[in-house]
């Protein structure tokens, strides 16, 4: 049963436009949400995260929007750059707990 | 500064061989864990060691076992391998087990089994 789902494996967008991944989560304990960027042949990277208490964090060109009532997460990233193409990984944990729950992953690809 | 360093990088075992997947950390972390990667699943938890001297089970620790050899090094084991056990593995570590703080990734291991 996925705890965290990201439903859209791929997405393309043009290079300088705004890129948004969505992840949406089913556990209402889970109260720590973060980003993870992968590139092949390398581990996941933290990216940027937030906590329940808040409903936007942004760092540099990335921002986390965080609906609770939606259980809903999304990645906004402006503008949009080539090196930014990779695998995005949305996380979930309730922050009592041990274990980090990951979505299945969205391609992004920034076309130049 | 090396981060989480992951040995093998690549590992093709015949059904049944055993090996053990080697992982170290130079963050002083005190927890440390075991994730693999299937097409289609994300990252699922195998085991993970909140401090040294602690390992627990994951999501999917069966067909596995580790061991927290130290504050830095978490090695996981496969006693019997099995087809199903191909797959990518990710050994991660973060400060505390618990609160608000991201996990730090290796660059995983690619196990094949035959």
């Known amino acids: 049963d996925q705890q965290v789902k990201q439903n859209s494996p791929s997405l393309s967008v043009q290079e300088g436009r705004i890129s948004i991944l969505n992840c949406d989560y089913t556990n209402s304990m889970f109260d720590y949400f973060l980003w993870y960027k992968k590139y092949p042949a390398e581990g996941p990277t933290f990216l940027i995260s937030i906590s329940s208490i808040k409903d936007k964090n942004e760092d540099g060109r990335f921002t986390v929007f965080l609906n609770k009532s939606a259980k809903h997460l999304s990645l906004h990233i402006v503008p949009s750059q080539p090196g930014d193409s990779a695998v995005y990984f949305c996380?979930?944990?309730?922050?009592?707990?041990?274990?980090?729950?990951f979505g299945t992953g969205t391609r992004l690809t920034v076309i130049p | 500064n090396a981060g989480v360093t992951q040995t093998p990088k690549f590992q093709v075992l015949k059904t049944g061989q055993s090996m053990t997947l080697q992982c170290a950390q130079d963050?002083?972390?005190?927890?440390m864990y075991w994730y693999r990667q299937d097409p289609g699943m994300g990252l699922r938890l195998i085991y993970y060691s909140a401090s040294e001297g602690t390992t627990d089970k994951g999501e999917v620790p069966n067909g596995y076992n580790v061991s927290r050899l130290n504050k830095r090094e978490f090695s996981l084991r496969l006693e019997s391998a099995a087809p199903s056990q191909t797959s990518v593995y990710f050994c991660?570590?973060?400060?505390?087990?618990?609160?608000?703080?991201?996990?730090?990734f290796g660059n995983g291991t690619r196990l094949t089994v035959t």
């Open positions: 996380a979930a944990k309730d922050s009592g707990a041990n274990n980090l729950f």
């Open positions: 963050m002083n972390h005190n927890s």
């Open positions: 991660a570590s973060k400060s505390t087990p618990g609160g608000y703080s991201p996990l730090h």
